[in-house]
């Protein structure tokens, strides 16, 4: 999937004041060093917030229009989108493509504007992530 290879290197938020420095481009992948789950203060408590030795991180991405976005997670651990302070329901779940890499795809419908994408939950302490409009 174009833009899944070669991911700029980037360490995820633990708050939210850290959020403006990890801004995430649509289409463009990142490989994300996450924070200890201890370390983390996630604008929206997960739904599953992962144990004590989970990792976990959060992005921004804002949102250009309105439409459903795919985040894409290179391996297993818990995904929220939070808009306006509120949880967002996703729409859809998928495996990606074999032999892709690409372990996790979740469809949100967002608005345009700032969102926060709070990974949480990852028995690793780094991930490949990527958001694209959907096709």
Not at 72 to 92: E, F
Request: hydrophobic share 40%.
């Amino acid at each position: 999937m174009k833009g899944w290879t070669g991911p700029t290197s980037v360490t995820a938020a633990a708050t939210a004041g850290e959020l403006d420095g990890i801004k995430l481009t649509a289409g463009k992948a990142v490989a994300a060093q996450l924070r200890s789950t201890a370390d983390m203060h996630y604008a929206v408590r997960p739904e599953q917030p992962g144990g004590k030795v989970s990792s976990g991180g959060m992005f921004a991405f804002d949102v250009p229009a309105a439409g459903t976005y795919r985040v894409m997670l290179g391996s297993r651990a818990w995904l929220d989108v939070v808009q306006d302070g509120k949880t967002i329901v996703s729409s859809g779940h998928n495996r990606g493509p074999a032999c892709s890499g690409i372990g996790k795809m979740v469809d949100f419908p967002l608005v345009a504007g700032r969102a926060v994408i709070e990974v949480s939950g990852s028995g690793k302490p780094d991930m490949t992530l990527m958001v694209i409009p959907t096709p």
